[in-house]
Protein backbone atom coordinates (compact mmCIF):
# COMPACT_ATOMS: atom_id res chain seq x y z
CA UNK A 1 0.00 0.00 0.00
CA UNK A 2 1.50 3.52 -0.74
CA UNK A 3 0.14 6.68 1.04
CA UNK A 4 1.32 9.38 -0.97
CA UNK A 5 0.10 13.64 -1.02
CA UNK A 6 -2.97 13.85 -3.20
CA UNK A 7 -2.16 16.98 -4.69
CA UNK A 8 -3.53 19.34 -8.13
CA UNK A 9 -0.29 17.61 -10.12
CA UNK A 10 -1.55 13.97 -8.69
CA UNK A 11 -4.84 14.55 -9.99
CA UNK A 12 -4.13 16.30 -13.67
CA UNK A 13 -1.88 13.56 -14.09
CA UNK A 14 -2.57 9.93 -13.53
CA UNK A 15 0.12 7.29 -14.24
CA UNK A 16 -1.29 4.94 -16.11
CA UNK A 17 -4.86 4.41 -17.85
CA UNK A 18 -7.83 2.31 -16.46
CA UNK A 19 -8.49 -1.32 -17.33
CA UNK A 20 -11.76 -1.80 -18.85
CA UNK A 21 -12.38 -5.27 -17.71
CA UNK A 22 -10.50 -6.86 -14.95
CA UNK A 23 -10.88 -9.61 -12.68
CA UNK A 24 -9.33 -8.43 -10.11
CA UNK A 25 -11.37 -7.49 -6.75
CA UNK A 26 -12.15 -3.96 -7.23
CA UNK A 27 -14.17 -1.74 -4.91
CA UNK A 28 -14.92 1.87 -5.34
CA UNK A 29 -14.39 4.32 -3.21
CA UNK A 30 -17.76 6.36 -1.96
CA UNK A 31 -16.70 6.85 1.87
CA UNK A 32 -14.65 10.26 2.44
CA UNK A 33 -11.61 9.46 4.45
CA UNK A 34 -11.76 5.55 3.72
CA UNK A 35 -9.05 5.75 1.08
CA UNK A 36 -6.70 3.31 3.93
CA UNK A 37 -9.65 1.21 4.43
CA UNK A 38 -10.18 0.35 0.73
CA UNK A 39 -6.16 0.15 -0.19
CA UNK A 40 -6.59 -2.68 2.62
CA UNK A 41 -9.51 -4.49 1.33
CA UNK A 42 -7.82 -4.10 -2.14
CA UNK A 43 -5.16 -6.06 -0.81
CA UNK A 44 -6.46 -8.51 1.57
CA UNK A 45 -9.36 -9.85 -1.00
CA UNK A 46 -6.71 -10.00 -4.21
CA UNK A 47 -4.20 -12.16 -2.03
CA UNK A 48 -7.33 -14.27 -0.07
CA UNK A 49 -5.72 -17.34 -1.68
CA UNK A 50 -2.25 -16.80 0.15
CA UNK A 51 -3.99 -15.59 3.74
CA UNK A 52 -5.59 -17.74 6.42
CA UNK A 53 -8.64 -15.92 7.48
CA UNK A 54 -10.28 -17.13 10.33
CA UNK A 55 -13.29 -19.21 9.41
CA UNK A 56 -15.70 -16.37 11.25
CA UNK A 57 -13.33 -13.74 10.48
CA UNK A 58 -15.62 -10.20 8.82
CA UNK A 59 -13.04 -9.90 6.63
CA UNK A 60 -13.68 -13.30 5.11
CA UNK A 61 -17.46 -12.91 5.65
CA UNK A 62 -17.12 -9.74 3.43
CA UNK A 63 -14.87 -10.98 0.72
CA UNK A 64 -17.40 -13.99 -0.25
CA UNK A 65 -20.32 -11.69 0.09
CA UNK A 66 -19.29 -8.71 -2.50
CA UNK A 67 -17.16 -10.66 -4.24
CA UNK A 68 -19.56 -10.90 -7.56
CA UNK A 69 -20.52 -8.16 -7.21
CA UNK A 70 -19.57 -4.74 -9.52
CA UNK A 71 -16.82 -2.02 -8.07
CA UNK A 72 -20.37 0.08 -7.41
CA UNK A 73 -22.40 -2.41 -5.70
CA UNK A 74 -19.44 -3.39 -3.69
CA UNK A 75 -19.24 0.33 -2.60
CA UNK A 76 -22.56 0.50 -1.90
CA UNK A 77 -22.80 -2.67 0.35
CA UNK A 78 -19.66 -1.22 2.08
CA UNK A 79 -20.65 1.91 2.51
CA UNK A 80 -24.50 0.55 4.30
CA UNK A 81 -22.81 -2.45 6.23
CA UNK A 82 -23.02 -1.52 9.75
CA UNK A 83 -20.02 -4.47 10.84
CA UNK A 84 -17.25 -2.73 8.82
CA UNK A 85 -18.41 0.84 9.78
CA UNK A 86 -17.18 -0.51 13.35
CA UNK A 87 -14.45 -2.25 12.75
CA UNK A 88 -13.30 1.09 10.44
CA UNK A 89 -14.00 3.28 13.17
CA UNK A 90 -11.84 1.12 15.99
CA UNK A 91 -9.28 0.84 13.47
CA UNK A 92 -9.47 4.64 12.90
CA UNK A 93 -9.22 5.68 16.62
CA UNK A 94 -6.18 3.53 17.07
CA UNK A 95 -2.71 4.68 17.19
CA UNK A 96 -0.72 8.09 17.92
CA UNK A 97 -2.68 9.89 15.21
CA UNK A 98 -6.00 11.61 15.74
CA UNK A 99 -8.15 10.58 12.33
CA UNK A 100 -9.25 13.28 10.59
CA UNK A 101 -13.61 14.54 10.31
CA UNK A 102 -14.98 12.25 7.14
CA UNK A 103 -16.01 15.62 5.66
CA UNK A 104 -12.56 16.61 5.97
CA UNK A 105 -10.49 17.59 3.23
CA UNK A 106 -8.18 14.67 1.78
CA UNK A 107 -4.44 15.81 1.49
CA UNK A 108 -3.29 12.33 1.28
CA UNK A 109 -4.09 9.20 -0.58
CA UNK A 110 -3.74 5.36 0.22
CA UNK A 111 -3.37 3.07 -3.43
CA UNK A 112 -2.63 -0.41 -3.32
CA UNK A 113 -0.03 -2.11 -5.55
CA UNK A 114 -0.16 -5.98 -6.58
CA UNK A 115 0.98 -8.61 -8.82
CA UNK A 116 -1.57 -10.91 -10.79
CA UNK A 117 -0.96 -12.70 -13.78
CA UNK A 118 2.59 -11.44 -13.99
CA UNK A 119 1.25 -7.65 -14.44
CA UNK A 120 1.68 -4.74 -11.74
CA UNK A 121 -1.91 -3.73 -11.21
CA UNK A 122 -2.50 -0.21 -9.30
CA UNK A 123 -5.85 -0.35 -7.19
CA UNK A 124 -7.46 2.97 -6.58
CA UNK A 125 -10.80 3.34 -5.28
CA UNK A 126 -11.33 6.62 -7.04
CA UNK A 127 -11.39 5.78 -10.11
CA UNK A 128 -12.87 3.85 -12.01
CA UNK A 129 -10.96 0.22 -11.86
CA UNK A 130 -7.48 -0.84 -11.92
CA UNK A 131 -4.91 -0.02 -13.76
CA UNK A 132 -2.14 -2.19 -15.44
CA UNK A 133 1.11 -0.42 -15.18
CA UNK A 134 2.72 -3.47 -17.16
CA UNK A 135 4.32 -7.21 -17.32
CA UNK A 136 6.38 -8.28 -14.38
CA UNK A 137 7.64 -11.17 -13.77
CA UNK A 138 6.75 -13.36 -9.72
CA UNK A 139 10.35 -12.07 -8.43
CA UNK A 140 10.92 -8.72 -9.47
CA UNK A 141 7.48 -7.82 -7.65
CA UNK A 142 8.79 -5.65 -5.02
CA UNK A 143 11.46 -4.13 -7.80
CA UNK A 144 8.36 -3.28 -9.81
CA UNK A 145 6.05 -1.83 -6.99
CA UNK A 146 9.18 0.54 -5.88
CA UNK A 147 9.65 1.78 -9.29
CA UNK A 148 6.03 2.77 -9.80
CA UNK A 149 6.38 4.72 -6.19
CA UNK A 150 9.58 6.48 -7.48
CA UNK A 151 7.46 7.62 -10.58
CA UNK A 152 4.63 8.83 -7.84
CA UNK A 153 6.91 10.74 -6.25
CA UNK A 154 8.74 12.17 -9.08
CA UNK A 155 5.39 13.49 -10.15
CA UNK A 156 5.64 15.64 -7.19
CA UNK A 157 9.47 15.73 -6.46
CA UNK A 158 8.94 19.19 -4.04
CA UNK A 159 6.79 16.33 -1.91
CA UNK A 160 7.93 14.62 0.73
CA UNK A 161 5.11 12.76 2.26
CA UNK A 162 5.14 9.09 1.43
CA UNK A 163 4.91 6.05 2.82
CA UNK A 164 4.65 2.34 2.18
CA UNK A 165 3.50 -0.69 3.93
CA UNK A 166 3.69 -4.35 2.72
CA UNK A 167 1.30 -6.85 3.05
CA UNK A 168 3.45 -9.93 3.93
CA UNK A 169 4.26 -13.44 5.73
CA UNK A 170 4.45 -13.90 9.43
Known amino acids: MLLYPLTQKAIDNPIGKVEEKSELYFIRQT ?14 ANNADKINFKDDGYMKKFIAETKSMTPEE ?3 YLEFNREMGVVHEDCAQEGQTQAPPRDQAVVRHFITLISRNNKLY ?16 KESFLESAAAMVKKFMARDPEEMDFSVMALAED
Not at 31 to 44: E, R
Not at 122 to 137: A, F, S
Open 74 to 76: KAS
Open 122 to 137: ELDGRKEGPVCHGEIN
Open 31 to 44: IGNACGTIALVHAL
